[in-house]
């Protein structure tokens, strides 16, 4: 079965540590994206990336970072500069061009909680 | 600016039919999607609509109005498993997608 996967789903981190996410997806889409969701808030873009070994800034990169080694794979690092890191975080894939209607594929999520 | 507008919630009965709408703003425009997500689970696609018109795909449909900057979403048939939210999500340019900060749906029986 195609999909996208996210581990864990629950994750606590204390305050001033750095924490990665992971993100695989085995659909073989060029473009993967993260995304954050407070409650009562849209999906904020954090980061994104087009193709292997590049990757751009969404609207609210500060304080995260994030690596693009293989096209199957996209994790995401919340570093303590993140001010209010505690959130749903969801990685996202999409179909290359031309292909579909490019509508994004979701993985499960990470709830991380950062006390 | 962008900016996605969606009633916050919206409450029904089971077999009605409701109309989630979206407005839109954005600096470009290349399709609408909406997609469905229950708590605390990943938003999964329902329909996409580039052009003007109706999308229908079994009980749901998706209209869109590029003049008006204007969608909904028609749920029939109610079930109780369609309490969920419901994003509303423009794709301004290839990669990316501005989201509308969802409508929460209460199917009541």
């Known amino acids: 079965d195609g999909g996208i996967t996210q581990s864990p789903k629950y994750l606590f981190r204390k305050e001033g540590q750095n924490v990665t996410l992971s993100c695989e997806q085995n659909l073989n889409h060029d473009a993967m994206y993260w995304y954050r969701q407070d409650p009562g808030q849209g999906l904020r873009l954090i980061y994104y990336s087009q193709i292997v070994n590049d990757f751009q800034k969404g609207d609210i990169a500060e304080g995260y970072s994030v690596s693009r080694e293989k096209k199957e794979s996209f994790p995401l690092t919340v570093t303590s500069a993140q001010k209010n890191p505690t959130a749903f975080y969801l990685c996202a894939s999409s179909p290359p061009k031309g292909e579909g209607s490019y509508e994004q594929y979701f993985g499960p999520g990470t709830r991380l909680t950062v006390t | 600016g962008q900016n996605i507008d969606q009633p916050t919630e919206m409450t029904a009965t089971e077999g009605a039919i409701v109309q989630i709408n979206c407005t839109y703003q954005?600096?470009?425009?290349?399709?609408l999607f909406w997609y469905q997500q229950h708590a605390g689970e990943a938003p999964t696609f329902l329909s996409y609509?580039?052009?003007?018109g109706l999308e229908e795909k079994g009980r749901f449909s998706s209209f869109l109005s590029r003049s008006k900057g204007y969608s909904y979403l028609l749920l029939k048939e109610l079930q109780m498993k369609d309490s969920a939210s419901y994003l509303c999500?423009?794709?301004?340019?290839?990669?990316?997608?501005?989201f509308g900060t969802g409508t929460r749906l209460k199917v009541l029986a």
């Open positions: 999500a423009v794709r301004e340019r290839f990669y990316k997608y501005i």
């Open positions: 954005t600096s470009g425009f290349n399709g």
């Open positions: 609509n580039v052009l003007d």
